[in-house]
């Protein structure tokens, strides 16, 4: 549930005390000022009533997406008609965490659960931003011109990685392309931008000790919401190894296998794939193999883990 705004009868009799004040002043106002005054106050009013009723007035929302559970499993962060919110795992009212004209989107938790980095266009395209987990001002990270998307946080919290399309290779120069995004770390208060990987990598996260990077690759540039796809395009999970510099795949399926997230002590991982028919939860080793369906939907899509 979310919460609710005043009812629209109580901005009214605000309007009707309102001018009825205004027209007991004395002569010291003549009736266009009371009615430029009362006007002016009476928009302002609808006006703030309509952006309570737009941020707070569904009780059952439809379209919650990307939701990102707190790191001690307690707190779920959401967008919701590009804003965030947050409401405990156990259910409750929803909260705002943002209330902007812009769309934020794609909240992601630092390790210590005191911070949420997003992405917002509130400067025409996505940059990223960084807030605290108990709200307040959002505060930004990255200023170039390309959309940029938040992933993780670095283990020691010091930095967000993230994808866009900076700098490729020197080797793709002639055949540059605004689908295959780069890999980058930004401080979290601010600073230089530093390239980590330079081939295409999303949904990326951290091991636990930092040695290790495990994503989804990208091919080309197939609709991300596509169902059934299979083709040369497809995503696969793949691990990345700082140590060796090594790319490793580990899934083989002829589809789509993305969103992976590391389990049982960067061993295994969990991950969406259609290996199923739909979109469900798979869990592999992080060696390879056989896969593990955790979840069993059949008509709609798991779509965000």
């Excluded at 780069?182 to 208060?189: A, D, I, R, S, T």
């Excluded at 999303?202 to 059934?228: A, C, F, M, P």
Aim: proline letters at 5%.
């Amino acid at each position: 549930m979310f919460i609710r705004s005043i009812p629209v009868i109580r901005v009214l009799n605000f309007a009707s005390t309102l001018m009825s004040g205004l027209l007991s002043i004395g002569k010291a106002a003549t009736f266009s000022s009371i009615k430029t005054s009362f006007m002016n106050k009476l928009l302002l009013s609808l006006l703030l009533f309509t952006t309570a009723a737009n941020l707070f007035g569904q009780n059952d929302p439809n379209w919650l997406r990307y939701p990102s559970i707190s790191p001690d499993g307690k707190t779920i962060v959401f967008t919701y008609k590009g804003d965030l919110y947050k409401v405990p795992a156990t259910g409750g009212t929803a909260t705002a965490l943002t209330i902007h004209e812009a769309h934020d989107f794609m909240p992601v938790w630092s390790h210590d659960g005191k911070s949420i980095a997003f992405a917002s266009d509130r400067y025409g395209n996505f940059d990223i931003y960084v807030i605290s987990a108990e709200g307040g001002e959002a505060k930004r990270l990255t200023y170039h011109s390309a959309n940029e998307y938040p992933y993780d946080f670095s283990p020691d919290d010091k930095a967000v990685l993230f994808g866009g399309v900076r700098v490729d290779l020197a080797s793709n120069r002639l055949y540059p392309t605004g689908s295959q995004p780069e890999l980058y770390n930004v401080p979290v208060n601010g600073g230089r931008v530093i390239q980590v990987l330079s081939s295409p990598a999303e949904d990326v996260k951290y091991s636990k000790d930092g040695s290790l990077l495990i994503y989804q690759n990208k091919k080309g540039g197939e609709n991300t919401w596509r169902k059934h796809h299979t083709s040369a395009i497809t995503r696969d999970i793949c691990v990345y190894n700082f140590k060796t510099g090594l790319h490793n795949k580990i899934t083989s399926f002829n589809g789509e296998d993305r969103s992976p997230v590391f389990t049982d002590n960067d061993k295994a991982f969990y991950y969406l794939s259609e290996e199923s028919g739909s979109f469900n939860i798979h869990k592999m080793n992080l060696e390879g193999g056989k896969s593990e369906q955790v979840t069993n939907m059949k008509k709609h899509p798991v779509r965000f883990l």
